[in-house]
């Protein structure tokens, strides 16, 4: 299968890329040059069934108006630049599959793909506009990927964690009892291959372990670290309204994966 994936470079894109050119599946870069040049972007589109978009400006930083605009542009932005050709250019795709997050669910409650979502507020509008609707008019199927936290060696959130666990501490905040709704690389990208290969998968899937655990129970699995309890203030005074994805992180379920058969 001719496959295109946006953000080809990225932590999740580069670690799917490779997985899939190993099953024999040809890879096609939508890279900066495609997404400004609609010939370019349209000579890839016309030759993929499936496109994956994961591109994303990280979300945990300080809401600035520039950095909102990162957010928007990197997500939406490159979704509505890939919509355009295809409507132009009059191109269906079997599959388009773009990356999500979880963020969008309340947090009092367990959360799974048929839980209404009441929030209203920049995260739940940054990942609405992400998960445009339209793409269904250009793609027999769409999915779109509610990702949690992704654990691997080099992720996101294991860098920034890698000066403290030199000195042998792991920060905690909120005394260890926010909820820690994650996913490993190498099993995201099998729900990802799992996807592409399973036509009745459809819609919203919520690309999460199966087991939810409290943060505290992650930073114990780390021998010869120390846990170091910091106060929750501390991250609302680096990350500002941002630090509300780190102390209140919703209970997903990954009911649809599940119950199509896969296997954690």
């Not at 209404?116 to 506009?129: S, Y």
């Not at 445009?132 to 959130?157: F, M, P, T």
């Not at 030199?166 to 099993?187: D, L």
């Not at 399973?198 to 943060?215: D, L, Q, Y």
Request: include cysteine; charge should be positive; charged fraction near 25%.
């Amino acid at each position: 299968m001719n496959i295109a994936i946006a953000g080809y470079n990225g932590y999740i894109g580069s670690h799917v890329s490779e997985h899939l050119m190993d099953k024999g599946h040809i890879i096609y870069n939508i890279g900066r040059e495609a997404l400004a040049d609609s010939d370019k972007l349209a000579n890839i589109l016309s030759n993929v069934d499936v496109v994956c978009c994961f591109t994303g400006y990280p979300i945990i930083k300080r809401w600035t108006e520039k950095n909102k605009k990162r957010m928007y542009d990197s997500r939406s932005g490159v979704i509505q630049q890939i919509k355009h050709v295809l409507k132009e250019r009059k191109i269906n795709l079997k599959l388009f599959i773009s990356a999500s997050a979880i963020g969008i669910y309340d947090t009092e409650n367990f959360s799974n793909e048929n839980s209404k979502v009441h929030k209203k507020d920049f995260v739940t509008d940054l990942i609405e506009r992400w998960e445009d609707d339209e793409l269904n008019h250009y793609a027999n199927r769409v999915i779109y990927l509610r990702i949690g936290i992704v654990l691997g060696k080099n992720s996101g959130y294991e860098k920034k964690l890698k000066v403290p666990w030199r000195f042998g501490v792991s920060p905690v905040f909120n005394k260890g009892w926010s909820n820690f709704c994650y996913i490993h690389i190498h099993e995201l990208v099998r729900i990802i291959a799992f996807c592409i290969g399973n036509n009745k998968i459809t819609g919203v899937i919520n690309a999460v372990n199966a087991e939810i655990v409290k943060e505290y129970y992650f930073h114990d699995q780390i021998k010869r670290i120390i846990k170091l309890f910091l106060p929750n203030f501390l991250a609302k005074i680096v990350f500002g309204r941002a630090s509300l994805l780190i102390l209140d992180i919703p209970k997903v379920i990954p009911e649809k994966l599940i119950k199509n058969g896969f296997e954690f």
